[in-house]
């Protein structure tokens, strides 16, 4: 069974930075795009970015252009999200996504 792992969430002050992995146990990992999405308290889920198969493609929300950037190690069946000069709009759950499986989130607080 497929499994996705989120980590790296954590308090950070505006302004800090925080790297996101999220492990995925598919033996299919590299064949597909694999996006981030964040649901903050009270909000719908929102897309935040995502990473074609062999990682030469991205697309990002405006929002986070310029302070995240995707990327993904197939030999390790990983995707990150490293986030620069956050915001407290940024706290949110973080979750990634691969072929519909999601998986439990990584809690991101910014503070002000």
């Known amino acids: 069974q497929v499994q996705l792992v989120e980590s790296g969430g954590g308090l950070v002050q505006a302004g800090g930075s925080l790297r996101l992995s999220c492990a995925v146990s598919g033996r299919a990992f590299s064949s597909y795009p694999v996006g981030w999405y964040r649901q903050a308290p009270g909000k719908e889920r929102e897309f935040v970015a995502n990473?074609?198969?062999?990682?030469?493609?991205?697309f990002y929300r405006d929002s986070v252009k310029d302070r995240f950037t995707i990327s993904r190690d197939n030999a390790k069946n990983t995707v990150y999200l490293q986030m620069n000069s956050l915001k407290p709009e940024d706290t949110a759950i973080y979750y990634c996504?691969?072929?519909?499986?999601w998986g439990q989130g990584t809690q991101v607080t910014v503070s002000s």
């Open positions: 990473i074609n198969p062999d990682g030469g493609s991205t």
């Open positions: 996504s691969w072929e519909g499986i």
